[in-house]
């Protein structure tokens, strides 16, 4: 069974992680979501501190829509205004959480979406290390067979599999890192 999960745009920028978590649902391990104002919100964050990157963003934008047709998330925007959360802002992600029926909402901003909230929507914000982990004991070969294609996909840099590491753990993974240096040798 594959779990369904919405992307926060926390975790869509930065790129590394984006790329990361986007690997993992290559493999069928997690079926990504995300809505065009998570996609707008990661955008327009990323342009407000690298203007330059406008054309890099709109290749990424199309290679998402590309290998992820079924991910953009819909019919939700009646669900926001009957959503409370500590951040009224974050109510969109929520909502779109609940219509692309997903078990967790993947995102850095735990306080913004309290469990004592989702729990009645069916649905558990996770950090992406805990999300990852998850992931892992759910099916650890599909995620180390995931994470050698994604580092052998990095050609500009290449990486060797201690330098791919150390960018997990600086994009927050650092649980994540610990359990794949035990498996150095098939990534």
Excluded at 101 to 114: C, G
Aim: charged share 25%.
């Amino acid at each position: 069974m594959t779990i369904r999960a919405v992307y926060d745009a926390c975790v869509l920028y930065p790129a590394p992680l984006r790329d990361f978590l986007l690997s993992l649902a290559k493999t069928k391990a997690v079926f990504p979501f995300w809505s065009e104002e998570i996609r707008d919100e990661w955008i327009r964050n990323l342009l407000r501190k690298r203007p330059n990157l406008e054309e890099r963003q709109k290749r990424t934008r199309r290679e998402m829509d590309i290998h992820f047709p079924n991910s953009l998330v819909c019919g939700y925007e009646s669900l926001i205004s009957t959503l409370q959360l500590p951040d009224p802002n974050d109510r969109h992600v929520l909502a779109a959480a609940i219509q692309a029926n997903a078990e967790y909402i993947v995102t850095f901003n735990l306080k913004d979406f309290p469990q004592t909230i989702l729990q009645s929507h069916g649905v558990e914000a996770m950090l992406p290390d805990e999300f990852v982990m998850r992931l892992i004991q759910a099916n650890p070969n599909r995620v180390i067979e995931a994470v050698k294609n994604h580092r052998l996909r990095l050609v500009r840099p290449q990486k060797t599999v201690a330098e791919y590491l150390a960018t997990l753990e600086r994009q927050g993974l650092p649980k994540t890192a610990a359990f794949l240096r035990k498996h150095e040798d098939n990534i």
